[in-house]
């Protein structure tokens, strides 16, 4: 990654944070709370119909490029537009805290 990755990071996307709130049942309920906007590039690795339940879903395999931040976990996602991409792994390539790669999944049904 050199500096002229961050002309690549065009996009403005939300990063949020889970919020998991028991319901009556007892069981869980999750909804996400915006933490900060930032740049990054999104870059689709590959997608797959699938079913689930008796319907059809969309699943999208993409790669985020953000600024590093200390911050970032497996847990959270990343708003792009109507877009909501489910973070499942984070790392930094290079170990200097320059730059995150977010593995992401965006479902749509």
């Known amino acids: 990654m050199s500096a002229a990755s961050i002309g690549a990071m065009r996009l403005r996307v939300t990063l949020e944070a889970p919020i998991d709130t028991?319901?009556?049942?007892?069981?869980?309920?999750?909804?996400?709370?915006?933490?900060?906007?930032v740049w990054a590039k999104v870059t689709p690795l590959a997608g797959e119909a699938r079913f689930v339940a008796e319907?059809?879903?969309?699943?999208?395999?993409?790669l985020a490029l953000i600024r590093w931040r200390d911050d970032v976990?497996?847990?959270?996602?990343?708003?792009?537009?109507?877009?909501?991409?489910?973070?499942?792994?984070v790392?930094?390539?290079d170990g200097r805290r320059r730059w995150l790669l977010c593995r992401c999944e965006d479902i749509e049904t």
Do not use: C, F, N, W
């Open 22 to 37: 028991p319901d009556d049942s007892g069981s869980m309920t999750r909804s996400y709370a915006p933490i900060a906007d």
């Open 55 to 62: 319907r059809e879903e969309q699943a999208i395999a993409s």
């Open 73 to 89: 976990t497996s847990r959270m996602r990343l708003v792009l537009g109507a877009r909501k991409l489910l973070i499942h792994s």
């Open 91 to 93: 790392y930094d390539p």
